[in-house]
């Protein structure tokens, strides 16, 4: 025989006190930075994806580059890594930037989570294949990696991410060499395979 368990009296709290946790929208430049980290992050991101379709085609399929323009892409991403280090890498003598509680401010999370999804055809870890690369015949990934590439360094152009190397006071050199770099790498591909998408 099943017994009923007894009835629990329930207690009502009046007037009791909840505390609310408010996420304090961080200031617009700081949300500009945010995203410039984030431009600085991806291009670091997409420029390995993209040598490492480069590196899967020598070692498998007899695919050819000159080893110069291999390094452009080693180039690019190095000077992306040196760029995010000198200015962003927390450094033990120094004090951690307020970030607002970073990590659970839906606002940082909102922004990041927007730029991924621009440009996830490039930073996803397993190449996506495009029309372009069955048209081109091309390895997966090339053209959704090189396309994201080139987007991201048209970011440069923008007034937001030039107001943040202003701001921060940024190394001209550092943006200057990620834009010829790549300029460099684009015109060698458009000589070598006719992408129409690629553009000028």
Not at 91 to 99: A, F, G, K
Not at 107 to 130: H, R
Request: glycine share 2%; hydrophobic share 40%; proline share 2%.
């Amino acid at each position: 025989m099943i017994k009923a368990k007894p009835k629990k009296k329930r207690e009502v709290k009046i007037n009791e006190v909840k505390e609310i946790n408010i996420i304090k929208k961080p200031s617009d430049i700081k949300l500009e930075v945010t995203q410039f980290i984030t431009v600085i992050l991806n291009i670091s991101r997409v420029c390995e994806n993209h040598k490492k379709i480069w590196d899967n085609q020598i070692k498998h399929n007899d695919g050819v580059i000159k080893f110069d323009k291999l390094m452009l892409i080693s180039q690019v991403k190095k000077t992306a890594d040196n760029l995010f280090e000198d200015y962003f890498e927390p450094r033990e003598d120094s004090e951690r930037i307020d970030d607002d509680d970073f990590e659970n401010n839906i606002f940082y999370t909102n922004l990041m989570n927007k730029e991924a999804q621009k440009y996830i055809d490039g930073l996803n870890e397993v190449p996506v294949l495009t029309v372009d690369d069955i048209v081109e015949k091309l390895p997966a990934g090339f053209t959704a990696t090189l396309f994201v590439w080139k987007s991201l360094i048209k970011e440069f152009e923008t007034a937001k991410v030039k107001k943040v190397i202003k701001t921060l006071k940024i190394d001209n050199f550092f943006i200057d060499r990620l834009i010829k770099l790549s300029n460099k790498y684009f015109s060698w591909i458009k000589e070598e395979i006719k992408i129409e998408r690629l553009g000028a």
